[in-house]
Every structure is written in structure tokens, then in C-alpha cells.
């Protein structure tokens, strides 16, 4: 059963700009994250949030939660052309860490 | 290097042809599981394995078995294909009871074709 859900679905923005994903989803978790996905290869992990943090960075990545709000943004900084890809948050529902629901992702496109 | 491994990659059969995806992973992780992922429905987990001989069922099990007598290996077993399981599928395994997390490695992904 999908819990996550990306908006929005697609994205296309300038190089340099900043871009902005929000993923909500609908029961309790443990921790959130956000995965990258170039056409047709394997996900990638890019950042965990766990229940309790509010915000994380990872170089041009911010990632903010508000568990109130069942809620979560991915901000990529100063996007690049190798950025285009497909982008999904993956919540933990249980306490035991498994297993993951991805949402059905945002395809951002990049243009330089 | 530290890598999931998918065998083959790129698959075309015939309704009801028996078939094997295989996967790998030298990272000595516990917990294996498989996806599959199509257009509009983004991932859907087939089935999981938290260790050696301990298997469930994802979102999506029908037509499906898998088994893991091996902790490195979790194969996927097709035994009569359909073209409904046309799809992209993708193996992970983390090792979440040992990092704390239950962060994920995928495979390279396996295209997969049934006629």
C-alpha cells in the first residue's frame, strides 16, 4: 500500500534555480526519505529524516519535516542539468524500520 | 565495491515460460526485498525477507515466489509468467537491525518482457 505521495508530479525549472518536492503521507513513521531515480536505473538514497529531526542538509539537499502535518519537502539548491531525474520519498511505517512505501514520485526535469 | 547485483538485465519471454531473476548483494545485509515498477503506479513491493529462511509477501505477491536460503542471494521465480508482470523490477537490501536504518541499495533494475 503507497503512503507517500509526491507533489507534485512533474517539475521543469532553470538551471540555477531552486527546486521543491512535497511528499505526505498518512500514518505514523518512523523515519522519511528521499530517493533519486535516473531514467530507467536503480533508486538511489540520498537523505533520512527520522521522526524526531525537523530538518536536514546534505550539501545542496534540504529536507524538512513536520509530522503534524504529515508532511515533507526535498529542496534541491541551485539545481543543475544533472539533476533531471525522479525523485521519491519512502516512509517507514513501523518502529521496526521495515518495511519501506514509496510514494509514486516527481519528475523533475532540469533545463540548461 | 558494495553493490547489488541483477541477472539478466534485460528479459523477453513467452506466457508460461518458468523464469528466475536473480540477485545479489556482497554487503552482508539481513533484510532483501524486491520491487516492481510501472507507469503511473510508481513502486509496489513483491516480496520481502528479513533473513536467511525468513520470507513475506509485499503489496503485490500473486505470481510470484522468492526464496533466500542464502543471506547474499534472493531470487525471484516467475513459475508462469503473464504479460501483466511486463514491468521494471528492482532488487534492494539494507541492514537496518545493525545501521539503524533501514536505508536501501537497489539493484540496477531488470527489465522484464512477457509476450
Known amino acids: 500500500s503507497q503512503q507517500g505521495e509526491e507533489d507534485p508530479q512533474a517539475l521543469s525549472i532553470q538551471e540555477g534555480e531552486n527546486a521543491t518536492m512535497n511528499c505526505s503521507y498518512k500514518t505514523s513513521i518512523n523515519n522519511l526519505q528521499w530517493y533519486r531515480q535516473n531514467s530507467g536505473r536503480g533508486l538511489v538514497h540520498l537523505i533520512l529524516i527520522r521522526s524526531n529531526e525537523r530538518e536536514k542538509h546534505s550539501g545542496r539537499l534540504r529536507v524538512t519535516l513536520d509530522t503534524s502535518k504529515k508532511s515533507s519537502s526535498l529542496l534541491i539548491t541551485a539545481s543543475r542539468a544533472a539533476d533531471t531525474a525522479s525523485y521519491f520519498c519512502?516512509?517507514?511505517?513501523?518502529?521496526?524500520?521495515?518495511?519501506?512505501?514509496f510514494g509514486k514520485g516527481t519528475r523533475l526535469s532540469v533545463i540548461a | 565495491e558494495a553493490q547489488v547485483t541483477q541477472n539478466p538485465r534485460y528479459l523477453i519471454t513467452v506466457t508460461g515460460k518458468k523464469l528466475t531473476v536473480t540477485c545479489s548483494q556482497n554487503?552482508?545485509?539481513?533484510?532483501m526485498s524486491w520491487y516492481r515498477q510501472d507507469p503511473g503506479l510508481g513502486l509496489r513491493q513483491i516480496y520481502y525477507?528479513?533473513?536467511?529462511?525468513?520470507?513475506d509477501k509485499g503489496d503485490v505477491p500473486e505470481g510470484y515466489k522468492v526464496s533466500r536460503k542464502e543471506k547474499r542471494n534472493f531470487p525471484l521465480i516467475l513459475e508462469s509468467p503473464s504479460p501483466n508482470q511486463t514491468s521494471l523490477y528492482f532488487c534492494?537490501?539494507?541492514?537496518?537491525?545493525?545501521?539503524?536504518?533501514?536505508?536501501?541499495?537497489f539493484g540496477p533494475g531488470t527489465r522484464l518482457t512477457v509476450l
Open positions: 519512502a516512509t517507514s511505517p513501523n518502529s521496526g524500520n521495515t518495511p519501506l512505501v
Open positions: 554487503m552482508n545485509h539481513e533484510y
Open positions: 525477507s528479513m533473513n536467511v529462511e525468513v520470507t
Open positions: 534492494a537490501s539494507s541492514s537496518p537491525w545493525t545501521s539503524g536504518t533501514n536505508e536501501q541499495f
